[in-house]
């Protein structure tokens, strides 16, 4: 009996203990705020967690960062020359000279050298303005003649046309004239003419430094009734000069001259007379000989 009793009693308690599916209203909502509360303070302690940072790895070619620091070594070393070099000539610059040479004249006193160096005028080396000298005469006249007495049959209106070119052009226009109104070059031609001109003596007249004065030997060779004749000659030139408006140009050939006229008159003996002869030429300024 007391058994059964006590088996009642504990049903009885057992039912009347509230378990946790049926907590009252209050108790529920009160185990909500707490799980709210759990997991806000699990998010912030997350949120105050380090978080772990990515590592990214660059990887290079071998052979280009060796490359790469050769260059950088080539830079260092050309810098290093270059500073080098602007010292030493800076210490040149600013060292006082071992010599100095200076010429004390009546004209004022003139540095010679410096060191080993030459500076100013010297003796072999004088600097001025270009200005035709008697050099450049010689050479116009020697030019001329050589296309006038030299013939080559090959070429020789190219020779004739180039002779007139280095005439005044008046008197270049006159000269053409005579040679076409004379038949000169068909008599040439004809003729079949070679010469070969050879130049003696080409000097300018002490009394007018526009007149220059050649002696030379033209050897030709011509076809007479079809027989062959070699003549030479020794003839005595006087050619007149005059100063080109265009100064040093390619039609004087660049000597800044032009021929005026021309005047000869043929040595008597060509292997004895060399020397120059009196001023004895006719008055034509072009002879009918012209070309021989």
């Known amino acids: 009996m007391s058994s059964a009793t006590h088996t009642i009693e504990n049903y009885i308690g057992h039912s009347l203990t509230p378990t946790a599916t049926e907590l009252p209203p209050a ?30 790895e660059y990887c290079t070619d071998p052979e280009q ?3 790469n620091y050769r260059l950088v070594g080539v830079v260092g070393l050309m810098v290093v020359v270059v500073l080098v070099q602007s010292a030493f000539c800076l210490m040149l610059y600013l060292r006082r000279p071992d010599r100095i040479v200076v010429d004390r004249t009546q004209g004022g006193d003139r540095v010679v050298m410096i060191n080993n160096r030459e500076y100013g005028l010297t003796d072999a080396v004088e600097f001025r303005p270009d200005a035709p000298t008697e050099g ?6 020697t030019r001329y003649l050589e296309l006038l007495y030299g013939n080559n049959p090959d070429r020789r209106d190219r020779q004739l046309e180039q002779a007139i070119r280095l005439m005044t052009p008046l ?10 109104d004379n038949r000169i070059l068909e008599q040439q031609a004809a003729e079949s003419w070679q010469a070969v001109w050879s130049p003696q003596s080409v000097t300018v007249d002490a009394n007018d430094s526009f007149t220059v004065r050649a002696i030379g030997v033209q050897r030709l060779t011509r076809i007479v009734n079809g027989a062959s004749l070699d003549e030479t ?15 040093r140009d390619d039609r004087n050939l660049r000597t800044g001259y032009l021929v005026d006229w021309f005047d000869w008159n043929e040595l008597r003996d060509p292997q004895t007379a ?19």
């Not at 509360?37 to 990515?54: K, M």
């Not at 008197?171 to 076409?180: E, V």
């Open 27 to 56: 108790r529920e909502s009160e185990a909500e705020d707490n799980a709210m509360q759990d997991g806000i303070s699990t998010a912030a302690d997350a949120a105050r967690e380090p978080q772990v940072e990515r590592v990214i």
């Open 65 to 67: 960062a060796v490359t």
């Open 136 to 141: 450049d005469k010689k050479y116009l006249v």
């Open 171 to 180: 008197n270049g226009r006159r000269f053409f004239n005579y040679l076409r």
């Open 233 to 247: 000659r020794q003839l005595n030139v006087i050619v007149k000069l005059s100063r080109d408006q265009l100064g």
């Open 274 to 292: 060399t020397a120059p002869v009196s001023n004895s030429t006719s008055t034509a300024s072009v002879n009918a000989q012209t070309g021989r």
